[in-house]
Nanobody
Framework: QLQASGGGLVQPGGSLTLSCVAS????????VGWFRQAPGKEREGVAY????????FYANHAKPRFIVSRDNAKNTAYLQMHGLKPEDSAFYYC?????????????????WGQGTLVTVSS
């Protein structure tokens, strides 16, 4: 399973770091994606990191403000978010998949975290 945390209320321009802790499967064999979903909108990709952390992908709305990373020794992935905007407000989800391919394809993920709420507001 995956456990996401680190969300909260932050002012515009602020920063947050989300964490995603994995258990019950070999985390270092899995690629990790971060997604978000705002009320009334579809879930969309934010960032992606391969199992060995050698390759990262970002959605256009995340560049260059967000940074994805992972520590396989801690079974944890991270999403650093800087320069947050009100439109970044959403539930953020981490997900893990064994396969490769188009990283934004939601159906290709094997495990999902429960989501952590990020609210950007003054």
């Amino acid at each position: 399973q995956l456990q996401a945390s680190g969300g909260g209320l932050v002012q515009p321009g602020g920063s947050l770091t989300l964490s995603c802790v994995a258990s019950g499967f070999p985390f270092d064999d899995y690629n990790v994606g971060w997604f978000r979903q705002a009320p009334g909108k579809e879930r969309e990709g934010v960032a992606y990191i391969t199992r060995n952390a050698h390759t990262h992908f970002y959605a256009n709305h995340a560049k260059p403000r967000f940074i994805v990373s992972r520590d396989n020794a801690k079974n944890t992935a991270y999403l650093q978010m800087h320069g947050l905007k009100p439109e970044d407000s959403a539930f953020y989800y981490c997900a893990a998949r064994y396969r490769t391919g188009i990283w934004g394809s939601i159906d290709t993920y094997d495990y999902w975290g429960q989501g952590t709420l990020v609210t950007v507001s003054s």
